[in-house]
């Protein structure tokens, strides 16, 4: 069984959290570039700063001002040249030949080449990076998997045809592909850099994004400098000052004395919301990421459908996210959110709230109002604080609807992730973990990012084993589907299928929460994140 790639996530929200760092209108007339202080909250260090490692939404975010890849996306959400300057599609889409960049360079002045990326790639599949994100996102290429395993050393599926063009060759067809590669793991890194200091090469980090490391001062911050060999023109913020803020509420009170210019991209004070809400300042935004309660499917009682229904049937989500959350976050009744491609809103009943259906599913499972039913543990992380709440309003729920006592087990973030991992290599092991609140935002604005990547029997982010013969059909067919229509009705009948049989409980879609200074200008939000609204380069902060 793979490591799960979600553990990843929950060391924070999803990459969407990752970067929403938002604002809007014009700039002043006085800007001229100027330093951007923007807070890390909810971290005291970065896990990594190596697009192969990226994983935590705070770690994704400066890797994606560091780092960049073949493509990008844009403030639409559509896929942008980047390093490659075009590309081609042939083989029915499992040939991809991209044509690099004329002139780019990475931030010291080197020129980059196909071998460059060649390199990188070759580089995200080593065993070195065996739990990374490569393996996650880009397994489909050709013989990727063979240099993660160790039976060859270069990926023959990249092909390095002349110094300006790299072809990629795919065992499927795949339609998501580029929007694959939007995410850091095959982001292009300097060989040299690497190997001229392989342990600590990320202090003073550099690829062909528009900023690069000046200073990483572990557990404290990291600051930012613009790339002066950027392909789009070097940008003119002289600085981004990210320090890391462990308590969200402290990086409030920093903001509201002055101290920082955006915060709350990451975690904020959820209490605080109706305080700040009709500042200007304010934002909120709804995001591409689904907050849900994971099922072990492998092991009693939640091996039986009908046990998994009745605890989704007994949930009162309008209670959880209006009362308990303080409408701090969207209701979820859908894996693929709202904005998405492939959202069905006639999906949105299937878990709805049925008290008395939930009690005769309990009952026909064989624990009529309860009784025999076995001791169970609800755990949860104490990453984020809304957990807990959370927690306790469906600890209650389950007890007066079903009439089923369930206990709350937190546990701090590393146990949690060491748990879930055991789970998910051995789910039917005495001490794996019953039922969990996890996390999972949008790498790409595609529902295969959230149906397949997801749910789909023995995939790598299925940390609860669900398997349905019928849901991986559907999503087999709708991933190599290059009629767009055809493959989104696809995705939305296995969503079906996913949320009938409570492959996921759905619990809330995230909304971001941000505060962020008049002064700052170019930036706009959309469900994916925080984009230029042209480029980096007109980015920045006026006095």
Not at 115 to 133: E, I, K, Q
Request: charged residues 20%.
């Amino acid at each position: 069984m793979i490591i799960k790639k979600n553990l990843l996530w929950l060391l924070s929200v999803s990459a969407v959290i990752s970067m929403l760092l938002a604002s809007c209108g014009s700039a002043p007339a006085s800007a001229t570039g100027g330093t951007l202080r923007w807070s890390l909250e909810g971290v005291n260090e970065l896990p990594a700063l190596d697009p192969p490692l990226a994983g935590a939404s705070q770690s994704v975010g400066v890797i994606s001002l560091v780092f960049e890849g073949l493509v990008r996306l844009d403030s639409n959400l559509n896929v942008l040249p980047a390093g490659a300057e075009s590309w081609d599609v042939k083989d029915g889409g499992k040939t991809f030949i991209f044509h690099i960049r004329k002139g780019l360079k990475f931030a010291n002045g080197d020129p980059v080449t196909a071998d460059d990326f060649a390199y990188s790639l070759n580089r995200a599949f080593s065993p070195d990076f065996a739990n990374g994100n490569a393996g996650y996102y880009l397994s489909n290429i050709v013989g990727s998997t063979d240099v993660t395993q160790g039976k060859a050393k270069t990926i023959t599926g990249v092909k390095v045809i002349d110094p300006q063009t790299l072809e990629i060759d795919l065992q499927i067809p795949s339609v998501y592909f580029l929007y694959q590669l939007t995410f850091p793991a095959s982001f292009v890194v300097s060989k040299k850099a690497v190997e001229a200091n392989p342990t600590t090469w990320t202090d003073t980090a550099f690829g062909t994004g528009a900023f690069m490391v000046k200073e990483w001062k572990h557990n404290q911050s990291v600051t930012l400098v613009p790339n002066p060999n950027y392909w789009l023109g070097k940008p003119q913020l002289q600085e981004i000052d990210m320090p890391f803020i462990l308590d969200p509420a402290t990086a409030l009170k920093l903001y509201q004395t002055g101290e920082l210019d955006i915060m709350g991209t990451y975690n904020f004070p959820t209490d605080q919301i109706s305080a700040v809400s009709k500042s200007p300042e304010f934002k909120q935004f709804n995001q591409f990421f689904v907050a849900y309660i994971g099922f072990n499917n492998a092991k009693a009682p939640f091996n039986d459908v009908r046990v998994r229904q009745a605890f989704a049937k007994a949930v009162d989500k309008a209670t959880l996210i209006n009362k308990v959350l303080e409408s701090a976050v969207v209701q979820a009744d859908t894996i693929i959110p709202p904005g998405m491609p492939g959202f069905n809103q006639a999906s949105t009943q299937i878990q709805a709230l049925n008290v008395a259906d939930a009690k005769k599913l309990l009952a026909d499972a064989g624990f009529a109002d309860g009784k025999g039913f076995p001791k169970i543990a609800f755990t949860i992380n104490n990453q984020d604080p809304n957990f807990a709440k959370i927690a306790a309003a469906l600890q209650q729920m389950w007890k007066e609807n079903l009439g089923v006592d369930v206990d709350i087990n937190t546990e701090e973030l590393a146990k949690f992730n060491d748990d879930l991992t055991a789970t998910a290599n051995n789910p039917t092991d005495p001490a794996a973990l019953n039922f969990y609140i996890s996390v999972w935002g949008a790498d790409y604005p595609d529902p295969q990012n959230f149906v397949s990547q997801q749910l789909r029997t023995d995939v790598g982010n299925n940390n609860g084993h669900y398997s349905n013969v019928e849901f991986d059909k559907l999503v087999d067919q709708a991933d190599v589907e290059t009629d767009q229509a055809k493959r989104l009705s696809l995705y939305q009948q296995a969503e079906q299928i996913a949320l009938t049989e409570v492959g996921w409980l759905p619990l809330y879609y995230g909304k971001a929460n941000l505060l962020m200074r008049a002064t700052v200008s170019g930036l706009v939000v959309t469900p994916q994140g925080i984009f230029p609204k042209d480029d980096w380069t007109k980015v920045m902060v006026g006095k």
